[in-house]
């Protein structure tokens, strides 16, 4: 098995080339991140990568129209200008809470036949107020679509079920065996993201997250395949911040490249 890490472009405030010599010395592999729609800006952004030997995975969110026509068409929009990079691949944050099942399964049909075009994966992240925004409705759309492939950010889903998901062992179960990509942040019963996976408060919400990543790790092994996993904390709102102030309680680059180095220690035998 083969395990790429990589570093969100999400909070970055650094000059880009700056940003990713800083991703690459860190020892990333990569950068997830999405791209602008403008030839000659994304063009440097596509030879800074290239230059500091850094992979890209293709990120879509902007999830914003409620037509779902309207929606459809941008959702295409957005991934054939990230399909124009060739990443490897694109995680897109598919749909919406309050589409029906059909609306949204109208975006991954869609989704699937932009990527057998390009060859191209395209996964979809399972993320609060999209597609796949709890454990027992992202088992829905797995069971009726057996290609249906993810990217598990399993902390939305203890923020949404208000738990670390020990009532939903079959629907993690099926989630975890259709994850080709993982967002590595930490998240617990009353919010997305904790402070801080270091502390000590947060061991138990940390140790739920280990032992999900390594079920995800070990299918990976055993069927030798690439497992990608970016360090996706997020800068403030995600990041708590002292009030008035707004600084951050941590810096958000320190935890992400905690993260990267406790999972590639962790991993590097499996």
């Known amino acids: 098995m083969t395990i790429q890490f990589y570093a969100p472009e ?34 440097t952004i596509l030879d800074t990568l290239a230059t ?54 109208r975006l991954f049909a869609l989704a699937a036949k932009l990527s057998a075009d390009s060859g191209i994966p395209i996964i979809h992240e399972t993320h609060r107020g ?41 629907e993690v179960a099926l989630a975890i065996s259709r994850t080709v990509h993982i967002h590595s942040r930490v998240g617990h019963p009353e919010g997305p993201q904790v402070n801080d996976p270091r502390a000590p408060e947060w061991e138990d919400v940390l140790q739920a997250h280990l032992s999900w990543w390594d079920r995800i790790a070990s299918l990976h092994a055993q069927n030798g395949t690439t497992l990608t996993i970016t360090t996706e904390f997020g800068p403030a709102p995600y990041m708590p911040a002292m009030p008035y102030t707004q600084m951050p309680l941590v810096s958000q680059w320190d935890v992400n490249v905690h993260m990267m180095h406790l999972l590639k220690d962790r991993y590097q035998h499996i």
């Open 130 to 170: 999209k597609s796949l925004f709890a454990a027992h409705i992202t088992m829905g759309y797995l069971q009726s679509d057996p290609g249906l492939r993810i990217a598990l950010d399993i902390s939305h889903w203890c923020s949404v079920h208000e738990s670390l998901l020990a009532d939903l062992s079959d």
């Open 52 to 105: 500091h030997d850094l992979l890209l995975i293709g990120q879509y969110w902007q999830s914003f129209e409620k037509d779902i026509d309207e929606h459809a068409a941008n959702y295409e929009k957005y991934l054939r200008n990230l399909i124009e990079a060739r990443p490897v691949l694109i995680n897109c944050q598919t749909g919406k809470d309050y589409f029906n099942a059909a609306q949204n399964e």
């Open 10 to 43: 999400w909070g970055n405030t650094l000059p880009f080339d700056t940003f990713c010599k800083n991703v690459k010395t860190a020892g990333y592999d990569g950068v997830e991140m999405a791209l602008p729609f403008d030839p000659a800006e994304k063009r």
